[in-house]
Every structure is written in C-alpha cells, then in structure tokens.
C-alpha cells in the first residue's frame, strides 16, 4: 500500500467530508487524537481537533444557530500556498471554487439577484470613518473576481503592495520573475531575481495600475511591510551596530526567448516542490 499524494489528501478534505464524516462533523465519534501517517510530509505539520461551538446567533444568517461541533485533526502547509500551488490541486481534483460558482439565492434571500453570480467580496479601503455595524462599507462585491483574475484597473489609480512569504531553493536562494511570454509582434520579456533568502526572508510585490498603464515591481527585503517603526517596535528590525558588516546578494537577470522564461519557471517550481 502507498501513501496517497500530497493532492489525493487535500482533495479528500475538499471533495466532501462533511457532517459525521471527516473535517468537520455535528455528530460521531470524536477522533482528536488521531494522526493519520499518510500525509505524513516535511513540508507539513498537524495539528490536532477538538470540538468547539460553531456559528453566531449575533451576525449574519448563514451563521446561525450556535451549535456544538467537533473538528477531526488535518494537516496544513507550513508555508502559504501559492498560486501555482493551488492551480496543481484544481487540476488533480477539478474544485470549483465558491467565487466561481454562483451564490445560492435561498442563502441570500435579501441580494440583489443581478449579483448572484459568480464574484468575490473584496476589501475596499473606506475614505472615512466608518460604523462597524455595516461591513458593506469596506467589502465591495465584485462579478467575476477569484483566485484566476488578476484585478482590473483602478480609477483613479492606486498603489498596491502584498508581502509575499518566499521559499528558498537548495543553493539557498529566493527566486521570483516577471514573465510576460508575448510583448507584440511574437517577442517575449521577462526579469528574474534571485536574491539571498537567508537575508532578505520577505518578499514585495508593488503594483500600480491605471489606463494605458500597468507598473509593477519586485523587491526582496529583511522589514515587514509595515515598516521600519512596527520592525521597531515589536523587536525584530534588522539593524547593524558600528563596525559590524553583513553581505547579501541580489543577482537579476532579464530574458528576451521562450527558452529563458521557461527556464525561469522551472527554477522557481523548484523552490516550492
């Protein structure tokens, strides 16, 4: 007997183990205490289940009642997953996602029915102060917004950034790339960095897009995206004292061919396999 993959055991707790059977269950036998050795990976850990009270008599419908549940023990990804992570795992399973299907009407008996369709919530920053009594005020419905669309223009255009968690290779190097594989007239473009992981353990994407515009940058770094003062104070800036030295590399590299954009991927697939 072998050990079922990585996406087999994820596709077990996403294909349907509902109530009485697996992840989480309103009745049965509690099995907290058990750690199935199939999933057993490096790049893993598990953490036990428990029974707990699910749902809010306090906010939104769907939640309601409270009632007792029991939660069996999983595994989860040290790290977070990645996109190209998650696009294995919808090609191992076929999963449809909740934002890519339609929202079901008897859930939503007061929405728009012009909005049930497939969209996601997502955050949009008030311009004031806002009661909290109305979440509406800072999540926006947008059709069509899921984890396979990268999101349309704003106006008037706004900067972006996301702090990404970056695996390193085994030469000890954290990668990321820029690949556009057709620029016009059948050419190709891309940029990659490699860069020190052991110095610079964070990752930034920026991003500002507008019309006819769409600026994007890439910088590894050692400071939370809050910034120096929160490094500060929570005790974890990075900082040299007189006479100290300390070395890192950056080595970035640009790509004109299908070849070299490819060769690219492959070296970051290899971060995170």
């Known amino acids: 007997m072998t050990a079922p993959t990585r996406a087999e055991t ?4 996403a294909a349907g183990h509902r109530r009485g059977a697996g992840c989480c269950s309103l009745s049965g036998q509690p099995n907290a205490g058990a750690k199935p050795a199939a999933a057993d990976r490096e790049d893993m850990v598990f953490l036990a289940g428990g029974n707990f009270l699910m749902g809010s008599n306090s906010f939104y419908r769907e939640e309601r009642p409270v009632r007792p549940a029991h939660v069996d023990g ?28 339609p929202p079901n009407p008897a859930m939503y008996p007061d929405a728009d029915p012009a909005l049930l369709v497939p969209g996601s919530l997502v955050f949009k920053k008030p311009d004031r102060p ?10 926006e419905y947008k059709v ?7 999101e349309p223009p704003r106006f008037p255009a706004q900067e972006q950034v996301w702090e990404h968690t970056p695996r390193a290779g085994a030469d000890g190097l954290g990668r990321a790339a820029i690949l ?8 190709a473009l891309g940029v990659e960095l490699a860069w020190s992981h052991e110095t610079l353990p964070r990752l930034f994407q920026w991003r500002v897009m507008s019309d006819q515009n769409y600026v994007v940058g890439l910088e590894p770094g050692n400071a939370p995206i809050e910034g120096r003062a929160h490094a500060r104070e929570s005790g974890t800036l990075v900082t040299l004292a007189p006479g100290e030295e300390r070395r890192t590399s950056l080595r970035i590299t640009l790509h004109g061919d299908a070849d070299g954009l490819a060769g690219a991927r492959e070296r970051i697939a290899a971060c995170t396999a």
């Open 144 to 150: 069509g917004a899921d984890w396979r669309h990268v």
């Open 10 to 13: 994820i596709a077990k707790g």
């Open 180 to 187: 556009n594989p057709d620029i016009g007239d059948g050419r």
């Open 130 to 139: 806002v009661s909290l009594r109305d979440n509406l005020a800072w999540w």
């Open 74 to 101: 999983f595994w989860i990804d040290v790290y977070p997953v990645t996109n190209a992570d998650f696009r294995q795992f919808v090609d191992a399973t076929g999963y449809v996602t909740y934002s890519e299907r």
